[in-house]
């Protein structure tokens, strides 16, 4: 029986199930944010072979909605994975060029929608070069590519809305998590966003997504285990959020390999909460 993957993939790994008849590749890097810089090799010009493209800031964003990269409904979920070639079946291995950063939103929100069998490749598209794997170029478009016959079964558990955060602040069997930089934490920082106020949400805890990491790879699954127990306990609920929840999605993958069980993501995270006036925020 062929392995599966849940969590994370090594590039050995994934090298060696290429030829895998239910292997489907993405790759959901997005536009570099804040201070970050553009990648050097990225789509559609540096892939791993066979890559379908994952538009996390079109196909797979509500285009509707007033705040960046919130979920799409179900069904325009369903459709694009289709579009992507997606069974049921598949074994879906999502990645970005800069190690682990957008490629966890995709792997969050396809466990949102009744998917299991997604992994996120340690190190990303950077890990795979340096491994000298393969690559190839590529062009924007999945014309070719059969539909798959994903459905999705969506899980309510897995994001959460502001209202549901605003009620967490009180309740001391609740941690919130906050990925965004220290400096932007406490308000020293501006936000990147026009509009939206400096700051974090009363009680909320500061966990920099970048302290998960080195060199693009998630920290060991113990030293992982110990900056989440540092905060909080395996016994309370995680909220996570972020500046515009793609980063709070590396918290919750790092938590469920920390073996946390209950989590969410604040699908709509700072762009939402600091701009939305009637709701607190401190600074400091």
Avoid at 142 to 151: D, K, L, R, Y
Avoid at 163 to 191: C, H, K, M, P, Y
Wanted: aromatic share 8%; proline share 5%.
């Amino acid at each position: 029986m062929q392995t599966t993957y849940t969590h994370l993939i090594t590039a050995s790994e994934l090298n060696d199930i290429l030829d895998s008849q239910t292997l489907v590749i993405l790759d959901a890097t997005i536009p570099p944010v804040g201070v970050m810089s553009e990648a050097e090799h990225r789509w559609p010009t540096t892939t791993i072979p066979n890559a379908r493209r994952f538009d996390l800031e079109n196909d797979f964003s509500d285009l509707q909605g007033q705040f960046p990269h919130t979920l799409p409904s179900v069904e325009q979920f369903e459709q694009q994975a289709k579009n992507l070639g997606i069974n049921h079946n598949s074994q879906i291995v999502v990645y970005d060029s800069y190690g682990i950063f957008s490629s966890a939103r995709a792997w969050w929100m396809f466990k949102a929608m009744g998917h299991k069998n997604i992994a996120v490749l340690d190190g990303g598209l950077p890990s795979w070069m340096t491994s000298d794997y393969p690559t190839n170029t590529s062009i924007d478009t999945n014309a070719s590519i059969a539909q798959g016959n994903f459905i999705a079964n969506y899980s309510s558990n897995y994001f959460c809305d502001h209202q549901v955060v605003l009620d967490a602040l009180t309740n001391e069997q609740i941690s919130i998590l906050d990925a965004r930089a220290a400096a932007r934490f406490s308000g020293q920082a501006a936000e990147p966003r026009a509009g939206v106020r400096s700051g974090h949400m009363p009680n909320a805890i500061n966990l920099p997504y970048s302290c998960l990491l080195k060199n693009g790879h998630m920290k060991p699954k113990a030293e992982l285990i110990n900056c989440f127990n540092e905060l909080t306990t395996k016994e309370h609920t995680l909220i996570t959020s972020c500046g515009s929840g793609v980063t709070a999605c590396i918290l919750a993958l790092a938590a469920e390999i920390a073996e946390y069980e209950h989590i969410r993501v604040y699908d709509g995270s700072w762009s939402e909460w600091g701009s939305l006036t009637q709701l607190p925020v401190v600074t400091g």
